[in-house]
């Protein structure tokens, strides 16, 4: 049995010596969060009330045209440099939004039913729609017992969801019917037309099991206990917070359209959600599903209970999508600089703050806000006193047919020269937002600030310094996790959600940062409404991002090479090795080893990396001499361990970080 990896870190005080800069020489700014210089909670709200306004921005639509607008007057007023539009090919499907419904409807068996979205990306019916008999398909049922795919085909499909009520329980039925094969000229959206590109592996690799997303895991850190009153992983009750469950909903529709409802040839669908009617309310199908030829729309389950009699019967519907497609349209994704005092020099070294644009919502995709937040306070420090760029990158694929994995694009790769000094950085989404819950189906705010999750790789100094920035700014209902790693109750975290953005700092070469990441989508996932001033709090969007600015002058600031991830996998791989690894006495072979990281971690936080490239041979042979299995993963972690010590000792010699005191 392998203990909570807290005993192995007991020895391990969480002491900053700083050794890259012992706080001296920075400006007064960097070594704490001025709220005098953040953005003013005017600003704030202007920028809210604007994009609210806009609707929708879905990638090449009016509205991400003008966020883009925003965000590029922004930056350039801000004095960032070398901005850079990478445009990608891009078919924009697209019909009116909620809460003009004039693009789509339903009338079932002669009577018109409340429509609470459209499926997006899928076919288009024109202004007249198609008429045919509906067929239930309940997915409560086993899939033996569902209509065959022949029964299906040229009718209105009528799904069934499962209640949020069987989720996680063996109650709740495998959808049991495997995706077709793949054609080989797959369309993800017209004209990129390639192979589907396989899901990027997350930014750390998860210790446990988190079991299904239905409620809250353990954590390096929370606040606010009597605001989280449901036990770990115990379901959150709809009554209390409605997170979870519309994620449920939202989540059961995309395997079905690939499924099911393509293969079978259906001339149209209706799904039926789990949902109250303003809960529903302009859904969203996400991970966005590829263009497919199936007009598909949502209902509450309200309105669904007569269209679920209906089709149970065979009763006719007409369903009307009337969508368009726009031929090339306007797509890119923004990269930019905020220089610092090396900008153009061997010695520049730069932050990564990266988002997406696109979006359903004013809280689903205002992460670029939160980054214009911290840009405003690092603009107010004059460039000489910046000790590392920053570098933004804007993304426009989040919500694009197929997602990310539609378009291979790692803009790391495309765009090298400007991110090869990145030394460290941030994640940031879903900005302000406020918790929803639902009773009955009366869906309303309860007044507290949606859940915060601040994720992180598993180095104890960097997790030191996330929980400070949590409590320093006062973040409500914050929680940090470290995937890799068990947390203060021994028990598995919750896994990385949206890593995509961090995974740059691993491909990029195991970089230090931080992912921060407001819930969704009960804050507005969905296509609001009521929108930004029902859903939005400027008080807890700026306290998020006053711990941004914390988090990101600790990069300034900070050795990021005694921040790295690498330091922190050799910790977890002593303590995820299990008693029968050892070859005898697990609890004191697991101890020394354990001393041994300690007194090289101690040694990497003063800065001595000699003296911890000296130490870390020592930790290897008694790897091999304790252990029976995994000594590889030990050593491998020594080895990876070596090179950022090896970086240390180069980069002071080159005057990057300072010299350890003698």
């Given at each position: 049995?392998?203990?909570?990896?807290?005993?192995?870190?007991?020895?391990?005080?969480?002491?900053?010596?700083?050794?890259?800069?012992?706080?001296?020489?920075?400006?007064?700014?960097?070594?704490?969060?001025?709220?005098?210089?953040?953005?003013?909670?005017?600003?704030?709200?202007?920028?809210?009330?604007?994009?609210?306004?806009?609707?929708?921005?879905?990638?090449?639509?009016?509205?991400?045209?003008?966020?883009?607008?925003?965000?590029?007057?922004?930056?350039?007023?801000?004095?960032?440099?070398?901005?850079?539009?990478?445009?990608?090919?891009?078919?924009?499907?697209?019909?009116?939004?909620?809460?003009?419904?004039?693009?789509?409807?339903?009338?079932?068996?002669?009577?018109?039913?409340?429509?609470?979205?459209?499926?997006?990306?899928?076919?288009?019916?024109?202004?007249?729609?198609?008429?045919?008999?509906?067929?239930?398909?309940?997915?409560?049922?086993?899939?033996?017992?569902?209509?065959?795919?022949?029964?299906?085909?040229?009718?209105?499909?009528?799904?069934?969801?499962?209640?949020?009520?069987?989720?996680?329980?063996?109650?709740?039925?495998?959808?049991?019917?495997?995706?077709?094969?793949?054609?080989?000229?797959?369309?993800?959206?017209?004209?990129?037309?390639?192979?589907?590109?396989?899901?990027?592996?997350?930014?750390?690799?998860?210790?446990?099991?988190?079991?299904?997303?239905?409620?809250?895991?353990?954590?390096?850190?929370?606040?606010?206990?009597?605001?989280?009153?449901?036990?770990?992983?115990?379901?959150?009750?709809?009554?209390?917070?409605?997170?979870?469950?519309?994620?449920?909903?939202?989540?059961?529709?995309?395997?079905?359209?690939?499924?099911?409802?393509?293969?079978?040839?259906?001339?149209?669908?209706?799904?039926?959600?789990?949902?109250?009617?303003?809960?529903?309310?302009?859904?969203?199908?996400?991970?966005?599903?590829?263009?497919?030829?199936?007009?598909?729309?949502?209902?509450?389950?309200?309105?669904?209970?007569?269209?679920?009699?209906?089709?149970?019967?065979?009763?006719?519907?007409?369903?009307?999508?009337?969508?368009?497609?726009?031929?090339?349209?306007?797509?890119?994704?923004?990269?930019?600089?905020?220089?610092?005092?090396?900008?153009?020099?061997?010695?520049?070294?730069?932050?990564?703050?990266?988002?997406?644009?696109?979006?359903?919502?004013?809280?689903?995709?205002?992460?670029?806000?939160?980054?214009?937040?911290?840009?405003?306070?690092?603009?107010?420090?004059?460039?000489?006193?910046?000790?590392?760029?920053?570098?933004?990158?804007?993304?426009?694929?989040?919500?694009?047919?197929?997602?990310?994995?539609?378009?291979?694009?790692?803009?790391?790769?495309?765009?090298?020269?400007?991110?090869?000094?990145?030394?460290?950085?941030?994640?940031?989404?879903?900005?302000?937002?406020?918790?929803?819950?639902?009773?009955?189906?009366?869906?309303?705010?309860?007044?507290?600030?949606?859940?915060?999750?601040?994720?992180?790789?598993?180095?104890?100094?960097?997790?030191?310094?996330?929980?400070?920035?949590?409590?320093?700014?006062?973040?409500?209902?914050?929680?940090?996790?470290?995937?890799?790693?068990?947390?203060?109750?021994?028990?598995?975290?919750?896994?990385?959600?949206?890593?995509?953005?961090?995974?740059?700092?691993?491909?990029?070469?195991?970089?230090?940062?931080?992912?921060?990441?407001?819930?969704?989508?009960?804050?507005?996932?969905?296509a609001y409404y009521p929108g930004v001033r029902a859903r939005v709090s400027t008080d807890v969007f700026l306290k998020q991002s006053a711990a941004?600015?914390?988090?990101?002058?600790?990069?300034?600031?900070?050795?990021?090479?005694?921040?790295?991830?690498?330091?922190?996998?050799?910790?977890?791989?002593?303590?995820?090795?299990?008693?029968?690894?050892?070859?005898?006495?697990?609890?004191?072979?697991?101890?020394?080893?354990?001393?041994?990281?300690?007194?090289?971690?101690?040694?990497?936080?003063?800065?001595?990396?000699?003296?911890?490239?000296?130490?870390?041979?020592?930790?290897?042979?008694?790897?091999?001499?304790?252990?029976?299995?995994?000594?590889?993963?030990v050593k491998a972690a020594i080895a990876d361990a070596t090179k950022w010590a090896e970086r240390g000792l180069a980069w002071q010699a080159q005057?990057?970080?300072?010299?350890?005191?003698?």
């Amino acid at each position: 049995m392998r203990p909570p990896l807290r005993v192995l870190c007991l020895a391990t005080a969480l002491m900053l010596a700083s050794s890259a800069s012992a706080q001296q020489g920075f400006s007064a700014k960097l070594t704490r969060v001025d709220r005098a210089t953040m953005v003013t909670p005017a600003r704030v709200q202007a920028w809210h009330d604007a994009r609210d306004a806009a609707g929708p921005a879905y990638t090449g639509g009016p509205a991400w045209k003008q966020f883009m607008a925003l965000i590029h007057d922004e930056i350039k007023s801000l004095g960032l440099v070398n901005i850079v539009d990478h445009a990608f090919p891009y078919t924009r499907w697209y019909t009116t939004e909620f809460p003009d419904k004039s693009g789509w409807s339903l009338t079932s068996d002669g009577t018109a039913v409340n429509v609470a979205s459209y499926g997006t990306q899928s076919g288009a019916t024109g202004p007249g729609g198609v008429t045919a008999p509906m067929i239930l398909y309940d997915l409560n049922l086993p899939v033996a017992q569902r209509p065959s795919f022949a029964a299906m085909k040229g009718k209105i499909v009528v799904v069934k969801q499962q209640p949020f009520s069987n989720f996680g329980t063996p109650q709740r039925i495998p959808l049991g019917v495997s995706p077709p094969a793949m054609p080989s000229t797959y369309c993800g959206n017209p004209p990129a037309c390639m192979a589907p590109h396989p899901a990027e592996d997350p930014p750390s690799p998860q210790w446990g099991d988190p079991g299904p997303q239905m409620s809250y895991r353990d954590y390096e850190y929370r606040t606010d206990p009597q605001d989280f009153p449901t036990p770990l992983f115990e379901k959150i009750p709809v009554s209390v917070e409605s997170s979870f469950r519309n994620r449920d909903q939202f989540g059961q529709n995309r395997d079905v359209v690939t499924n099911v409802l393509v293969p079978a040839g259906a001339a149209g669908a209706v799904t039926v959600m789990d949902m109250s009617p303003l809960a529903s309310a302009g859904t969203r199908i996400h991970a966005t599903p590829r263009q497919h030829p199936v007009p598909l729309l949502m209902l509450d389950r309200v309105a669904g209970v007569k269209v679920l009699a209906d089709a149970a019967a065979g009763k006719t519907a007409k369903l009307v999508l009337d969508a368009r497609q726009e031929q090339n349209a306007t797509a890119y994704e923004t990269v930019a600089t905020l220089p610092g005092r090396n900008y153009g020099t061997p010695k520049d070294q730069a932050i990564l703050l990266a988002t997406h644009i696109d979006g359903p919502s004013i809280v689903e995709d205002n992460g670029a806000l939160g980054i214009l937040a911290v840009l405003h306070y690092y603009a107010k420090i004059p460039q000489a006193e910046r000790p590392k760029s920053i570098v933004v990158y804007f993304e426009s694929r989040h919500f694009v047919p197929g997602t990310e994995p539609s378009y291979p694009l790692d803009i790391t790769k495309v765009l090298p020269n400007i991110f090869k000094t990145v030394v460290g950085g941030l994640a940031l989404e879903h900005f302000g937002g406020l918790q929803f819950a639902e009773t009955g189906n009366n869906y309303a705010s309860t007044g507290k600030a949606a859940t915060t999750y601040v994720w992180g790789w598993p180095n104890p100094f960097a997790i030191e310094e996330a929980i400070a920035a949590i409590k320093d700014q006062a973040v409500p209902r914050a929680i940090h996790h470290v995937p890799a790693r068990p947390g203060v109750n021994g028990k598995a975290q919750l896994n990385w959600l949206g890593g995509g953005f961090s995974r740059n700092l691993v491909n990029l070469g195991g970089w230090p940062g931080w992912h921060i990441s407001g819930d969704w989508p009960s804050a507005g996932f969905q296509a609001y409404y009521p929108g930004v001033r029902a859903r939005v709090s400027t008080d807890v969007f700026l306290k998020q991002s006053a711990a941004a600015v914390q988090l990101t002058n600790v990069l300034m600031t900070k050795d990021v090479i005694a921040l790295a991830p690498a330091w922190g996998y050799l910790q977890t791989s002593v303590a995820q090795a299990d008693d029968k690894d050892f070859k005898s006495n697990a609890a004191a072979s697991r101890a020394a080893l354990a001393k041994h990281f300690d007194g090289i971690f101690t040694h990497v936080k003063a800065g001595r990396y000699d003296a911890a490239k000296a130490a870390l041979p020592a930790m290897g042979a008694d790897a091999d001499r304790l252990l029976a299995a995994k000594a590889d993963i030990v050593k491998a972690a020594i080895a990876d361990a070596t090179k950022w010590a090896e970086r240390g000792l180069a980069w002071q010699a080159q005057g990057l970080v300072r010299q350890a005191a003698r």
